[in-house]
């Protein structure tokens, strides 16, 4: 089973940013979209970014956008997620999550959290006022 590790939660200010990263275990393994997810407690996980993999198309959800960056990391199977002027509304647990099976190039479906097959165990961001 592939394992997703996230790294990089923390607490921060509002207007800090903050740096995730996600690699899977295997490298080789073949993903079609990875990307991710937030949740609060009580509410449903919410579709933050994803990344296509071949092709590097990129889908925000519509409270990141211009704030967040997702991009490819260093090796094959990761990505970073670079969260900018944050606000205490961002406060949540941060999912990482990947696809093996091909996503709509027009982005429908990747803000469903059944269109993805792995994911981590999350990391807490927590933006203080």
């Known amino acids: 089973q592939l394992q997703l590790v996230e790294s990089g939660g923390g607490v921060v200010q509002a207007g800090d940013s903050l740096r995730l990263s996600c690699a899977a275990s295997d490298r080789t393994f073949s993903l079609s979209v990875m990307g991710w997810f937030r949740q609060v407690p009580g509410l449903e996980r919410q579709f933050v970014a994803g990344?296509?993999?071949?092709?590097?198309?990129?889908y925000y959800g519509d409270s990141v956008k211009g704030r967040f960056t997702i991009s490819r990391g260093d090796a094959k199977n990761s990505v970073v997620l670079q969260m900018n002027s944050l606000t205490p509304e961002d406060t949540a647990v941060y999912y990482c999550?990947?696809?093996?099976?091909?996503?709509?190039?027009?982005?429908?479906?990747?803000?469903?959290?059944?269109?993805?097959?792995?994911w981590g165990q999350g990391v807490q961001v927590m933006v203080s006022s």
């Open positions: 999550t990947a696809s093996s099976r091909p996503l709509a190039w027009d982005g429908t479906g990747w803000s469903s959290s059944g269109s993805y097959d792995f």
């Open positions: 990344l296509k993999w071949n092709g590097g198309l990129v």
